[in-house]
């Protein structure tokens, strides 16, 4: 009788040897089941490092962001190694923009699908990977990956590398042409830069709001503020807290007279940012 494979034992298994989803489906049904016996069998098809290197931390590595010649969509894919050392080779980096590129030819849904995509004929992304592991002979993996789909007619995509591939930023303008092209640098310079948590204030989370509401009347009433003010003073703070924390209201790190908002305003007085990501190493 055949046994059941679920996706969570799959994914268990993954984890436990950074084998590629498919490999460890594979192994897991060779095994009838059985993690050892997957492990097992998966060191037999040639994988021995990656269980060996499972605990290991991977915190090097590179970030690439790109996006499509129409600049209509863009990804962002860290690939992380142990150390310096690996993530400055070039196959390594050549390693990372092959998966950036599939990403950006599939824009699947997400970490997962990224890894089960055909890297070629014969592997999948995470097959590579865990083959790569083997050759380079420390912990690398597809560490995350992230997004961006805009329609034709409805705005672009603008990517930015950072401090030689130590971080990545896309963003997304709601006006598509050329004449905006330099304004979608200069705004994801500034997330590289000044790494806001969200859009503008209504993005933020209602937890991160409450906390800094919270802590906002604690130090007033610390400072020994009338009990009659300490909302309002909570609330000022708070709105200073949006202005130094969300994109939309930052001041623009190349002309501090003004807000990214006003400076995009500037180049067009419709133009804005409707969405970005940011992904960094460690």
């Keep these: 009788m055949e046994v059941k494979i679920s996706a969570a034992d799959v994914k268990k298994l993954r984890d436990m040897t950074g084998a590629g989803m498919m490999d460890c489906k594979k192994a897991l ?8 016996g997957a492990i097992e069998f998966l060191r037999k098809k040639g994988q021995k490092l ?42 390594f980096v050549d390693l990372a923009k092959s998966i950036a590129n599939i990403a950006l030819k599939n824009l699947p849904a997400d970490k997962d699908a990224l890894l089960e995509l055909s890297f070629d004929d014969s ?8 083959e790569q592991l083997g050759v380079i002979g420390e912990k690398i993996e597809v560490a995350e990956f992230a997004k961006i789909e805009t329609a034709a007619g409805e705005g672009q995509v603008l990517p930015y590398i ?54 906002g009347m604690e130090m007033a009433q610390a400072e020994g503020k009338p009990e009659a ?18 994109l939309l209201n930052q001041i623009f790190v190349k002309d501090n007279k003004k807000t990214v908002a006003a400076y995009l305003q500037s180049i067009d007085k419709n133009l804005t940012v409707t969405s970005f990501k940011h992904v960094t190493l460690g």
């Design 50 to 91: 990656s269980d060996k290197r499972a605990d290991r931390e991977a915190k090097e590595g590179v970030v690439i962001a790109i996006t499509s010649e129409n600049r209509n969509n863009g990804v962002i894919v860290r690939l992380s190694c142990e150390t310096d050392f690996v993530a400055k080779t070039e196959s």
């Design 229 to 246: 003010m300490l909302e309002r003073i909570a609330t000022g703070r708070l709105n200073k807290f949006f202005k130094e924390n969300t």
């Design 29 to 36: 049904k060779e095994a009838n089941g059985d993690f050892d």
């Design 123 to 130: 592997l999948t992304v995470g097959a590579k990977v865990t």
């Design 162 to 215: 950072h401090m030689g591939h130590k971080a990545g930023v896309l963003v997304a303008l709601n006006l598509e042409g050329p004449d905006k092209i330099q304004a979608g640098k200069d705004v994801a310079m500034q997330v590289a830069a000044m790494k806001p948590i969200a859009l503008d204030a209504d993005d933020v989370a209602q937890d991160i709001k409450d906390k800094e509401l919270r802590i």
